[in-house]
């Protein structure tokens, strides 16, 4: 490139779905589209500055190009034209161009400058971006209220209960992020999701939904998915996602594009999010049923499933609030508990892990011993369980009131547990409870016992 300070001319910007997304902006100079690949777009405000990598000049034909191209070629992918407009340059140089871009999506003024071989980096130089509000750096996901089905039923949307791990992805060009209702960070341990970047795209939004591991059975197994939660190393991450794959059961839009949802009514919510078509090999937005929910909870009976989640159509979002607008009607009894201890094994078992020692928050969150849970385990489980224990051994007890048996181990509370159960007993415990796994993606302080409550009238 000349020094040629004061040109002008087009501009495309194209998304290119090659081995890895990135947006092709292309500059209209002497005769050809110069061009620079950005694997995450425009910078949107002037702190940050992005990778631009310098790439082949391309014929002008391409500020019309809109299509694929085959596999085996430079650049193989689908390319789509994602905003085009002109510009003026101040400067155009080898090491440096700047110019200010008028686009559709693209307006302002930006600085590309070389780095280092063929990496540049862009600039925005102005303000930041007018595209709305900015993506939240955090959200805690709303809760559901244990209860029977609403009288008023087609009033409300109708969605599978699915067992698996909660997670709330934050998505932006070139960038996903999962994390859960504690606000841990579960990237990482689900590399099959990292494509769903690619079906994002361009866009700046934040899903709700559940990551579900299946069973040989084709039923949503939270069992099965629980090796993949504490995995640490790379190695073990990659080989438990080919042997237990999951798959990102996606049933809500709260943020796109500038714009937060939570406040629009849930049946708008997902005709937005519907219209994205986030259709994938590990990810899927299942439709909801309008009204009829006693006739879908009876399909989730015969199946196995464990039940059937009512949403009110013309509700809004309560992040991190338990509501009423949003029920969950199961067809067994659950309870999330608190390990407050251990019982060490006998027989067989001794050295082992014999029973855990459950509890629950009262109103004033002091933790209740709610009895305990010693079955549901298998070897590996009870080993993997007190390994974990044995880092959070304390000599005090947790518990407030009633306390358990005498030889108990108490732990630190932080661990939460999912167990299902026939019933609650008069002195307040859980009857013939067994351990269904770790919950990891909700905090120990929020554990409280559920009772069904009635319907909203």
């Given at each position: 490139?000349?020094d040629?300070?004061?040109?002008?001319?087009r501009f495309?910007?194209?998304?290119?779905h090659?081995?890895?997304l990135?947006w092709?902006?292309?500059?209209?100079h002497?005769g050809?589209l110069?061009s620079?690949?950005?694997?995450r777009g425009?910078?949107?405000t002037?702190?940050?500055?992005?990778?631009?990598?310098?790439?082949?000049?391309?014929?002008?034909?391409?500020?019309?190009?809109d299509?694929?191209?085959?596999a085996g070629?430079?650049?193989?992918g689908?390319?789509t034209i994602w905003?085009?407009?002109?510009y003026?340059?101040?400067?155009f140089?080898?090491?440096?161009?700047?110019a200010?871009?008028h686009?559709a999506k693209?307006?302002?003024?930006?600085?590309?400058?070389?780095?280092?071989?063929?990496?540049w980096m862009?600039?925005?130089?102005?303000?930041?971006a007018d595209?709305?509000?900015?993506?939240?750096p955090s959200?805690?996901?709303?809760a559901?209220t244990l209860?029977t089905l609403?009288?008023?039923?087609?009033?409300w949307?109708f969605?599978?209960?699915w067992?698996?791990?909660?997670a709330l992805?934050?998505g932006?060009?070139g960038?996903l992020r999962?994390?859960?209702r504690?606000?841990r960070d579960?990237?990482r341990?689900?590399?099959?999701l990292?494509?769903?970047?690619n079906?994002?795209g361009?866009?700046?939004?934040?899903?709700?939904?559940?990551?579900?591991a299946?069973?040989?059975?084709?039923r949503?197994s939270?069992q099965?998915i629980?090796?993949r939660i504490?995995l640490?190393?790379?190695a073990?991450?990659?080989?438990q996602?080919q042997?237990?794959?999951v798959?990102?059961?996606?049933?809500?839009l709260?943020?796109?594009?500038?714009?937060?949802?939570l406040?629009?009514?849930?049946?708008?919510?997902r005709?937005?999010?519907?219209?994205?078509?986030?259709?994938?090999?590990?990810?899927?937005v299942?439709d909801y049923?309008?009204?009829?929910?006693d006739?879908l909870?009876?399909?989730?009976?015969?199946?196995?499933l464990e039940?059937v989640v009512?949403?009110?159509?013309?509700?809004?979002?309560q992040?991190?609030r338990r509501?009423?607008?949003?029920?969950?009607?199961?067809?067994?009894r659950r309870q999330?508990?608190?390990?407050?201890g251990?019982?060490?094994?006998?027989?067989?078992?001794?050295?082992?892990l014999g029973a855990?020692l459950?509890?629950y928050?009262?109103?004033d969150?002091a933790?209740?011993f709610?009895?305990?849970?010693?079955?549901?385990f298998d070897?590996?489980?009870?080993?993997r369980?007190?390994?974990?224990?044995?880092g959070?051994?304390?000599d005090?007890?947790?518990f407030?009131?009633r306390q358990?048996?005498?030889?108990?181990v108490?732990?630190?509370?932080d661990?939460v547990?999912e167990?299902?159960?026939?019933?609650?007993?008069g002195?307040?415990?859980?009857?013939?409870?067994?351990?269904e796994?770790?919950?990891?993606?909700?905090?120990?302080r929020?554990i409280?016992r559920e009772?069904?409550v009635?319907?909203?009238?």
């Amino acid at each position: 490139m000349s020094d040629d300070d004061g040109s002008g001319g087009r501009f495309v910007v194209q998304e290119h779905h090659a081995r890895r997304l990135h947006w092709d902006l292309r500059l209209e100079h002497d005769g050809v589209l110069a061009s620079w690949a950005l694997p995450r777009g425009f910078p949107r405000t002037p702190d940050e500055n992005r990778l631009a990598v310098r790439t082949d000049d391309h014929p002008l034909e391409f500020l019309d190009f809109d299509g694929e191209i085959p596999a085996g070629q430079y650049g193989g992918g689908a390319l789509t034209i994602w905003d085009h407009g002109t510009y003026e340059a101040e400067k155009f140089r080898d090491d440096k161009v700047v110019a200010r871009l008028h686009g559709a999506k693209v307006q302002g003024r930006f600085a590309l400058f070389r780095t280092r071989g063929d990496d540049w980096m862009i600039h925005r130089m102005d303000g930041p971006a007018d595209d709305g509000e900015p993506l939240p750096p955090s959200l805690l996901p709303m809760a559901a209220t244990l209860s029977t089905l609403p009288p008023d039923q087609d009033a409300w949307g109708f969605e599978i209960k699915w067992d698996g791990v909660r997670a709330l992805a934050f998505g932006e060009p070139g960038r996903l992020r999962l994390v859960g209702r504690n606000g841990r960070d579960f990237t990482r341990q689900y590399p099959e999701l990292r494509p769903l970047t690619n079906a994002v795209g361009a866009h700046r939004l934040v899903l709700d939904g559940e990551i579900v591991a299946f069973g040989d059975d084709g039923r949503p197994s939270f069992q099965r998915i629980q090796p993949r939660i504490h995995l640490a190393s790379d190695a073990d991450i990659r080989h438990q996602a080919q042997a237990v794959p999951v798959v990102y059961v996606i049933f809500d839009l709260l943020h796109l594009d500038g714009r937060s949802l939570l406040d629009t009514p849930y049946e708008e919510r997902r005709r937005e999010l519907a219209a994205l078509g986030l259709t994938g090999p590990h990810w899927q937005v299942p439709d909801y049923q309008r009204g009829d929910g006693d006739v879908l909870l009876d399909a989730t009976r015969r199946q196995g499933l464990e039940g059937v989640v009512a949403k009110r159509l013309a509700s809004r979002y309560q992040p991190g609030r338990r509501s009423r607008d949003w029920l969950k009607i199961k067809n067994v009894r659950r309870q999330e508990v608190v390990i407050g201890g251990w019982i060490a094994g006998r027989g067989r078992l001794a050295g082992s892990l014999g029973a855990l020692l459950a509890g629950y928050h009262d109103d004033d969150g002091a933790l209740r011993f709610a009895g305990k849970v010693g079955t549901g385990f298998d070897d590996a489980t009870r080993a993997r369980l007190l390994r974990r224990l044995e880092g959070l051994r304390t000599d005090e007890s947790p518990f407030t009131g009633r306390q358990p048996q005498r030889d108990a181990v108490f732990v630190r509370p932080d661990l939460v547990a999912e167990v299902e159960f026939a019933e609650w007993t008069g002195a307040g415990t859980l009857r013939h409870p067994s351990f269904e796994g770790l919950r990891e993606d909700k905090p120990a302080r929020d554990i409280v016992r559920e009772e069904p409550v009635p319907p909203p009238a």
